[in-house]
């Protein structure tokens, strides 16, 4: 059973930056789509950034391009390092992932594993 747990949200002021990390355990495919999503109160969940753990392919929102940057290390952690932030980054943000290549139209829906989540909160 792959199991997600998130770590590195906090608070913050705007222009500040936080670096997430997701460590994952329990890996029974060679390769799979990593993706951090985020959720605000009432909106939906929205995807971030993915990386495919076979080839180190990435994604990323527009909403966060140039500011977001999605990597990973040799240890199964994956990172999400969020510079400039604004208080529309305000959100819950998990990782999640599934065992296949990424690709575009993914959504929350195709994801099988989760983690808990870790709060980032920016204020002006």
């Known amino acids: 059973q792959v199991q997600l747990v998130e770590s590195g949200g906090g608070s913050v002021q705007a222009g500040g930056s936080l670096r997430l990390s997701c460590a994952a355990s329990?890996?029974?495919?060679?390769?799979?789509?990593m993706a951090w999503f985020r959720q605000a109160p009432g909106k939906e969940r929205e995807k971030v950034a993915t990386?495919?753990?076979?080839?180190?392919?990435t994604y990323l929102a527009d909403s966060v391009k140039g500011r977001f940057y999605i990597s990973q290390d040799n240890a199964n952690t994956l990172y999400l390092k969020m510079n400039s932030l604004g208080p529309a980054d305000t959100a819950m943000y998990y990782c999640?992932?599934?065992?296949?290549?990424?690709?575009?139209?993914?959504?929350?829906?195709?994801?099988?594993?989760w983690g808990r989540g870790t709060q980032v909160t920016v204020s002006s």
């Open positions: 999640a992932a599934r065992p296949s290549y990424c690709i575009a139209q993914y959504s929350s829906a195709d994801f099988r594993y």
């Open positions: 329990g890996y029974t495919s060679s390769d799979y789509c």
């Open positions: 990386l495919y753990t076979g080839g180190g392919l």
